[in-house]
């Protein structure tokens, strides 16, 4: 089959799309034919080899964690999904595999895909989806009327958690640049801080949950603007985030949280029951082609990406 793979850490230069073996399933697993995967940060960090102490040095790696496509086997243990079901999931961005034709998968990682998304709107999801729903559900506690602050609204994760967070029925603040202002709007926010004129880390306004999830702040810089039991979560675990994670554990008071998101099923459920109610959508920037992964992973890694970066496999079709 047909896959992006790496044979050295580096550039977008040792991203070879190469022919490998297909994958076999274990009992617990799913076979599927991936239709779409997405780019995200992770993959190119990856790439880079800045978490080579945890993707080790096993080459060749195929890179890639978000996919949608249809399922082609399934393993003789699985009992929730058959043969042609529709599913979308993340694996884990280590392992990777998603950059490829076909995928074996945990079945207790995967869920139906949403009915209203094609494969490309689905393939989104799941890592930026999830990391925004767990980051406000489960570490924010989030709740209808608390005053939420999404800095990075603009990205793969933010445009997600602007759109949970309203879901949520929280009042939603989101902090981007002066030309996205329009996009966050539509997305329903309450109000927009142009972060190229306003800094919110230092305004008066104070909020509930604070989600950096472009990990641009930290807790320190965050902390006067939080509530006083209010709760700051980053999507990067960086030397500013780490020691105050630590120590609010055991501290009354204003808290610091990393997200580490989980393809766990009954969220992606969570999230497609939003997707399919017009809560939720995928706010999409560019759609490339497997083959053109070089060219997607330098328009990410400029940093200024609207929403997500999708891939689809070549011959399928993008409204499929
Ligand atoms: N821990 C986890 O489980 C987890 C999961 C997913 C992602 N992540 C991490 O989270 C980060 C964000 O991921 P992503 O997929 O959302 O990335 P992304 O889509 O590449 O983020 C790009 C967006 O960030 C905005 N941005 C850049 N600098 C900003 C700033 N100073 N203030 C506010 N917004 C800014 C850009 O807007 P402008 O062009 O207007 O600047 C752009 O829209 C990455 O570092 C990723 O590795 C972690």
Redesign the pocket.
């Known amino acids: 089959m047909k896959a992006i793979t790496i044979n050295r850490y580096g550039s977008i230069d040792v991203l070879e799309y190469s022919e490998i073996q297909e994958p076999k399933i274990t009992p617990n697993q799913l076979l599927v034919k991936i239709h779409a995967t997405s780019v ?3 993959d190119w ?1 990856i790439r880079q080899g800045q978490l080579q102490l945890l993707s080790g040095f096993n080459f060749p790696i195929v890179l890639g964690c978000d996919l949608s496509g249809v399922v082609l086997e399934v393993g003789e243990k699985v009992e929730n999904f058959e043969p042609g079901d529709e599913i979308y999931t993340f694996v884990n961005p280590l392992s990777g595999g998603a950059y490829a034709e076909y995928i074996a998968v945990p079945a207790n990682t995967a869920a139906l895909k949403p009915k209203n998304m094609n494969y490309c709107q689905a393939a989104a999801v799941p ?2 989806g ?2 925004a729903f ?1 980051a406000l559900l489960d570490l924010g506690q989030i709740r209808p009327g608390k005053k939420v602050l999404i ?9 997600f958690a602007v759109q949970i967070a309203k879901a949520m029925k929280a009042e939603v603040i989101g ?6 202002i329009t996009l966050i709007e539509s997305l329903g926010v309450n109000r927009v801080i142009d ?1 190229n004129h306003v800094d919110f880390t230092k305004e008066s306004e104070q909020y509930d949950i604070i989600f950096d ?4 702040e930290s807790f320190l810089t965050s902390e006067n603007v939080l509530k006083s039991e209010g709760v700051y979560i ?4 960086t030397v500013e985030n780490l020691p105050s994670t630590f120590f609010t554990l055991f501290m009354p008071g204003k808290k610091s949280k ?4 989980q393809p766990n099923p009954h969220d992606l459920i969570s999230l497609r029951e939003l997707i399919e109610d017009g809560l939720v959508k995928s706010v999409i920037d560019r759609t490339y082609k497997l083959a053109e992964i070089a060219e997607a992973h330098a328009y ?1 890694e400029m ?7 999708v891939i689809t496999n070549e011959e399928i079709s993008l409204v499929e």
């Open positions: 995200n940060p992770v960090k890592v930026a999830l990391t767990q800095n990075g609204a603009s990205g793969g994760v933010g445009t902090v981007c640049s002066s030309k996205n972060y999830a472009v990990g641009k980053s999507t990067l675990p990393l997200i580490l998101a990410s940093g200024h990406a609207v929403g997500k970066i």
